[in-house]
Nanobody, 123 residues
Framework: QVQLVESGGGLVQAGDSLRLSCAAS????????MGWFRQAPGKEREFVAV????????QYTNSVKGRFTISRDNAKNTVYLQMNNLKPEDTAVYYC????????????????WGQGTQVTVSS
């Protein structure tokens, strides 16, 4: 069982930065691949970034490559999403999620989800 709590969202202007955090409970955090997803109003939840449990494999959706960075601190049971040069189209509720798969981009393959944190980027 893993419980996830996101934080760090907010209202920013285009070009600004935010760092999202996702704190996980449980002693097995280091065994889980961690993903970030987002859902804009009226749209389906979509993949943003994923980091394998080892940290060795990372993937991003094309629209955030070069702007977003996923990282994790297994000692703190926390995964981060550094978001730079934010754009209005990044506006969404951002979720972190955990899976035992080595690397996974599909929403349905993640078993544990946080409650989400709102990111709003104004133009």
């Amino acid at each position: 069982q893993v419980q996830l709590v996101e934080s760090g969202g907010g209202l920013v202007q285009a070009g600004d930065s935010l760092r999202l955090s996702c704190a996980a409970s449980g002693r097995t955090f280091s065994s889980y691949t961690m993903g970030w997803f987002r859902q804009a109003p009226g749209k389906e939840r979509e993949f943003v970034a994923v980091m394998s449990w080892s940290g060795a494999t990372i993937q991003y959706t094309n629209s955030v490559k070069g702007r977003f960075t996923i990282s994790r601190d297994n000692a703190k049971n926390t995964v981060y999403l550094q978001m730079n040069n934010l754009k209005p189209e990044d506006t969404a509720v951002y979720y972190c999620a955990a899976t035992l798969a080595y690397i996974e981009l599909r929403v349905d393959e993640y078993r544990y989800w946080g409650q989400g944190t709102q990111v709003t980027v104004s133009s």
